[in-house]
């Protein structure tokens, strides 16, 4: 168990370019979630995949960001058109949904700095 | 709307003290899931203690205990005699299991262990 990696660790880029973001969750995970964190604030969640399905998005999500987890595997979630309001650190969790319960394993996120 | 308050933004406690840790959630819901996650410094979160909100037995991980008051909405994170290593972020949070998994976090408390 290699736990829940992401990449790039940190990103810096200008306003009106495109990110992306991968990560790899812990294999046999069938849950795939994002968060974005500010500072001073607590995670807030963006989307969440079972196996390759996206069930589920917040109005945070705007039309600029897009995920995707092709072959329930992998995710990566890309930001279009950045804004200096993007910089934020990015969040992955994977978990083992098999009922009602699960826990959620995060990975060490991915900082993002739009100047 | 579902909410969490940790009203402490920062604490401190000797090593070897015992210090707890507040959160108050809102849901109009009976049936959730709580949690504390911790963040150390420039590190991954990780989960801390899971409470369903069905049983009435607070939980408890070694040092890690809670104090579950589902009535007053409340769930307090007590840890006993504190290292060094549990300087870190506490996040409290809440879902609502099945396909409602994205956790919903409060903005955090600061916890700083002395020597």
């Known amino acids: 168990d290699t736990g829940v990696s992401q990449n790039p660790r940190h990103k810096i880029t200008k306003r009106g370019q495109n990110v992306t973001f991968r990560c790899d969750p812990i294999s046999e995970h069938n849950r795939l979630y994002w968060y974005r964190q500010t500072l001073g604030q607590g995670p807030e969640f963006l989307t969440y995949f079972q196996n390759e399905a996206q069930l589920e998005k917040s109005r945070l999500l705007s039309d600029r960001f897009s995920a995707e987890r092709p072959k329930g595997s992998f995710s990566t979630l890309e930001i279009q058109r950045t804004e200096q309001g993007d910089s934020a650190m990015y969040l992955c969790?994977?978990?083992?949904?098999?009922?009602?319960?699960?826990?959620?394993?995060f990975g060490p996120g991915t900082r993002l700095l739009v100047l | 709307a579902q909410t969490v308050t940790q009203s402490q933004p920062e604490m401190s406690v000797q090593e070897a003290e015992t210090v707890t840790l507040s959160c108050t959630y809102d849901t109009s819901e009976n049936n959730y899931y709580l949690f504390w996650y911790k963040q150390p410094p420039s590190r991954q979160m990780i989960l801390v203690i899971r409470?369903?909100?069905?049983?009435?037995q607070n939980a408890t991980e070694n040092r890690f205990s809670v104090n579950f008051q589902k009535a007053a909405k409340s769930f307090s994170l007590k840890i006993s005699d504190s290292q060094l290593g549990d300087t870190a972020m506490y996040f409290c949070a809440f879902n609502y299991g099945g396909s409602q998994g994205n956790l919903i976090f409060g903005k955090g408390t600061k916890l700083s262990v002395k020597p």
């Open positions: 969790a994977s978990s083992l949904f098999m009922a009602l319960a699960e826990t959620q394993y």
């Open positions: 409470q369903e909100a069905y049983k009435q």
